[in-house]
């Protein structure tokens, strides 16, 4: 057996060892016990992933009793990528759940759930036919499904959301299914060897279908209605795990359907992508940079980092078509780089928030505030993941965005034939949603730091925080090292991940440097190291300048009468999250259509002095109260309908067969 084969075989006895474990453990043991057997099968995912992505061959093949070829897991390079992405994130979710549940909260159902997930995660992107890659796909979605659900007897609103879930999941397997029928159909097999090979007509229809139910598992809109219900609802290291691993599994079927499976497709298929990719992206950050609840403000910030994946994957696709190929083989890797960027910022985040939630039991930003200093590891661990979600430089989200602007502005030079000039349009425009989309992203997440770490809390409960334990608190180290890793070395990640899309690496990245990248089809070059140094001299002038005026003149603490506008100021004083995000939901007011309301409390018997002014301001998804919610308003009329028709009397339903077997009668004679 190959040592791929080896490692998909062990990843799947550990799985059922931790199954077994999570039902025989004691509470006082299973979350250890368990924990580590997790953190062992995403390792083991993590070294296999790695080795496919290296061009290691081999795979497992599983025999079944039904009447079709047996199952065969046997990842290629980008499905190696893949493996990577979700089993460095589920390390940093197992350690992180070792420590977060422990004791009477060790839920056995929840244990047994969660290597469920792990496996399910890291066989999809390892199979090589659409009955595997099904099979797999709902193992990943009924162990997520169990472990949202873990806390329904504790809120009501989890109930809810897992009913959300389960819906848009199914929804989106549907569309899969049918996507995968199609192909079938048109090739006369399962494998996705041969699902290539099919007339323009059912690919089309293919395309669609799986963009749908893709487009669903990664959070794009309008299928992204169950996000921020599910992930706010879920365990912190759910969400994580979800955000940060489980939406890449609808990143891989968008590669898998452009890449492998349908890659010469027309050109409206790219500007398809694009337009759903940008709206999403733009629409996600609206919601997340008005959010005041920490969870829904990372859970729609999701949805904008996976709206510029595919907006990278469209223009690609649409760059190849007009034979631009340096710059679709650079948007394609920094459609990658995207992914491998979200995946270590994001899971930091929802982990980092859990750090709060576990330490104030607050996730609201309005009643937090001061966290910087009672929690300094949390507070620098979420500072650097905040700054690679806003794209700042040297983190991991700068460099990706920087390689997805160079392919925009270079594919936007496109000269000669006619049916060039919806690419020469195309382009302009994405750069223009990504340099919103970046803005947008820096005021979010200055406020989510600003708010919660630093400034006077705002609550007893933010008072009162201390540092969680030291295994949170590693976690959240990893993934903030990996963000700066990936921010100040591009170069090596870079020409790695280029090796499994692009038939020719070396043309499409190249590392240079100190680690720095360079991207010689389009003649451009970042090296973040010289970046740092420079910036290093630049500052040294001016640190010396401030270390000598402050010795020249000695800092003195003067007690102003008035309080100088800070000594005396109390934490009601300062900017709050809904404040701070006022003057967008202003602008934006169009798209967000927020609600209002308008509470004054008059002093007794004055019409004139007002004792107090309440203002309650909400921003509802537009996409749930104006498409879904009709919907489902039309099926529950129709179910009242129904359930009148359906009233339980044997002499009625008597009356119903005697027609419908009229009706079968004349049908027939006719």
């Known amino acids: 057996m190959s040592g791929i084969g080896a490692g998909l075989l062990l ?45 290691a061959t081999g795979g497992l093949r599983i025999t079944i009793a039904l009447p079709i070829d047996p199952l065969l897991l046997a990842p290629d390079r980008l499905g190696g990528l893949f493996m990577l992405i979700v089993s460095g994130v589920g390390i940093l979710v197992s350690l992180y759940a070792m420590s977060s549940t422990h004791g009477p909260d060790a839920s056995r159902t929840a244990w047994v759930a969660m290597p469920m997930f792990l496996v399910g995660m890291q066989l999809v992107p390892a199979a090589t036919d659409s009955v595997s890659f099904l099979l797999a796909l709902e193992i990943m979605t009924l162990g997520s499904t169990v472990l949202l659900l ?66 669903g598992k990664a959070e794009l809109v309008p299928l992204h209605v169950w996000v921020p219900r599910v ?48 709206a999403s992206a733009l629409y996600g950050i609206l919601q997340a940079s008005v959010s005041s609840d920490l969870k829904v403000l990372l859970a729609y910030s999701t949805t904008e980092n996976m709206g510029l994946v595919f907006l ?76 690679g979600a806003a794209a700042i430089p040297i983190t991991s989200g700068f460099v990706a965005e920087w390689m997805l602007l160079q392919s925009l502005i270079h594919g936007g030079r496109l000269d000669g034939a006619v049916v060039s000039v919806a690419a020469s349009v195309a382009m302009p425009l994405a750069v223009a949603v990504i340099a919103l989309t970046a803005g947008l992203a820096l005021l979010t997440f200055v406020k989510a730091y600003g708010i919660a770490f630093l400034a006077r809390p705002r609550s007893a409960e933010a008072a009162d925080a201390r540092e969680v334990p030291p295994l949170m608190q590693l976690s959240l180290v990893l993934g903030a090292l990996f963000v700066l890793a990936l921010g100040l070395l591009p170069g090596p990640i870079a020409a790695l991940v280029a090796h499994t899309v692009s038939a020719n690496p070396s043309a499409a990245v190249q590392s240079v440097g100190l680690g720095g990248v360079s991207l010689p089809g389009i003649g451009a070059v970042l090296d973040p190291i010289m970046l740092v140094v420079l910036s290093v001299l630049v500052a040294i002038p001016v640190i010396i300048s401030i270390i000598v005026s402050a010795r020249r003149y000695p800092h003195r603490t003067v007690e102003l009468p008035w309080g100088g506008g800070g000594s005396r100021a109390r934490p009601r004083m300062q900017y709050t999250a809904t404040s701070y995000a006022e003057p967008l939901v202003r602008v934006f007011d169009d798209v967000l259509k927020p609600s209002r309301d308008v509470q004054v409390t008059h002093v007794a018997e004055s019409r004139y002095l007002v004792e ?37 009397s044997i002499h009625r339903y008597l009356s119903y067969s005697f027609v419908a077997l009229l009706i079968v009668l004349i049908v027939v004679s006719l």
């Open 150 to 215: 873990a806390d329904h007897a504790s809120r009501a609103t989890v109930a809810s959301a897992g009913i959300w879930y389960s819906a848009m999941s199914q929804l989106s397997f549907f569309f899969i299914l049918a996507g995968f029928a199609v192909l079938a159909a048109a090739s006369g097999g399962t494998s996705f060897i041969n699902l290539q090979a099919i007339e323009p007509v059912p690919a089309n229809v293919a395309f669609v279908l799986l963009l749908l139910g893709f487009g």
């Open 11 to 55: 990843q799947l006895g550990l799985g059922a060892l931790a199954v077994l474990t999570a039902l025989t453990a004691a509470p006082s043991l299973r979350s250890r016990a368990v924990g580590v057997l997790c953190t062992l099968i995403a390792v083991t995912g993590f070294l296999t992933g790695l080795g496919a992505m290296l061009g």
């Open 612 to 648: 107090r002014v309440r203002v309650e301001q909400r921003v509802s998804d537009v996409f749930e109260t104006r498409l879904y919610r009709p919907v489902l308003n039309l099926f529950q009329r129709y179910g009242i309908v129904v359930r009148h028709i359906a009233n339980g």
């Open 231 to 278: 992930l706010p609802e879920a365990p912190s290291h759910v969400s994580a795990a979800m955000s940060g691993a489980m939406v890449k599994i609808g990143v891989y079927g968008g590669l898998l359907v452009s890449v492998r499976l349908l890659p010469d497709g027309p050109a409206w298929w790219g500007i398809a992508i694009m337009v759903v990719g940008g």
């Open 312 to 387: 990278a994957l469209g223009a690609s696709m649409l760059l190849r078509g007009y034979d631009a190929q340096a710059a679709a083989d650079a948007a394609l890797v920094a459609a990658l780089l995207l992914a491998v960027s979200h995946a270590a910022f994001k899971s930091t985040l929802f982990l980092g928030a859990g750090a709060i939630i576990h330490a104030t039991g607050e996730r609201n930003l309005d009643r937090l505030g001061g966290l910087g200093a009672r929690m300094p590891v949390t507070a620098a661990a979420f500072g650097i993941a905040s700054l």
